[in-house]
């Protein structure tokens, strides 16, 4: 299936990217997570983000379904 991928703050850094169309037979938003950590090296372990499907706040362990929008969201630092 294909879902879009929004990066933000350090992992749009690291994969050097904003967002992206990604194919991907994952079964969970922690799997597609999985996937990218491995193919981009995120630095982030997956307990240090949040995790958005279609612009809500999700599950790690919530599925996917065609066309889904995924944001990885690092912490937020500033002052």
């Known amino acids: 299936m294909q ?3 929004l990066y933000f ?3 749009g850094e690291e994969a ?3 967002e992206e169309l990604l194919e991907t037979t994952a079964d ?3 799997a597609v997570y999985a996937q990218l950590r ?3 090296g995120f630095s982030l372990a997956q307990n240090q983000l949040r995790v958005a499907r279609n612009q809500a706040f999700a599950d790690w362990q919530d599925g996917l379904a ?7 969201i690092p912490p937020v ?3």
């Open 3 to 5: 879902i879009k991928v």
């Open 9 to 11: 703050a350090q992992l």
């Open 16 to 18: 050097a990217k904003a």
């Open 77 to 79: 630092s500033g002052g």
């Open 28 to 30: 969970t938003l922690a």
């Open 66 to 72: 065609e066309g889904d929008e995924i944001a990885f």
């Open 38 to 40: 491995e193919r981009y």
